[in-house]
């Protein structure tokens, strides 16, 4: 490891493996009788709850105490993906409470977002935008909201969670068109940058 590198096993990067480790937890929680439980859906939404906010904790720790690392970099976005698509598959198959077409369209923008951001990466890196942060804290409530034990809640939580849902699902589609057109101009301009170089 090179010199003044920080260690890969720091504090920032053990949130985020703690974060990892929860999803199973939450997984289990929220199926617990059928899901029909309203002490464990609380449970399952408290283990969420914590899970989604330690993302904000292991970055913060990373910036502010020089503890950034690749290790770190690749584990973050896995630990995201895995926690959000946990929550939408299972809410929607076996607990039925999200059509199909939610975890559908989040988690496929998620992955192809993912993947262009991954194949632009040697011509730049494509730091999160302002969009992009208000799409995680969208599905980070909306999950939130259903993973609530609605059944037993008034009305307007459920109204609230599908309100707040829908947001999500827009502003995650028009955030991926953004972040794809991002993309295809970064690659352009650097293989434009290329053939002038070959050519000089």
Do not use: C
Request: glycine content about 8%; charged content about 15%; aromatic content about 8%.
């Amino acid at each position: 490891m090179p010199e003044n590198q920080p260690s890969p096993w720091n504090v920032a990067n053990l949130v985020t493996m703690a974060r990892i480790a929860l999803v199973p937890v939450f997984a289990w929680t929220l199926l617990v009788d059928g899901g029909e439980s309203v002490g464990w859906r609380l449970a399952a939404t408290g283990v969420f709850a914590v899970a989604a906010l330690s993302d904000r904790l292991d970055g913060h720790l990373a910036r502010t105490r020089g503890l950034v690392t690749d290790l770190g970099k690749l584990l973050d976005p896995i630990a995201d993906k895995a926690l959000v698509g946990a929550a939408l598959v299972l809410l929607w198959w076996p607990l039925g409470e999200l059509p199909w077409w939610v975890p559908a369209v989040i988690l496929v923008r998620e992955l192809a977002i993912t993947a262009m951001r991954m194949a632009v990466l040697r011509y730049a890196v494509m730091p999160a935008s302002r969009g992009g942060k208000i799409k995680t804290v969208l599905q980070t409530v909306a999950i939130t909201l259903f993973v609530l034990p609605l059944d037993h809640l008034p009305g307007a939580v459920r109204v609230t969670a599908w309100v707040v849902m829908v947001a999500a699902i827009v502003v995650t589609v028009v955030t991926g068109l953004d972040y794809a057109l991002q993309g295809w101009r970064l690659r352009r301009a650097a293989r434009a940058g290329e053939t002038s170089a070959s050519t000089a």
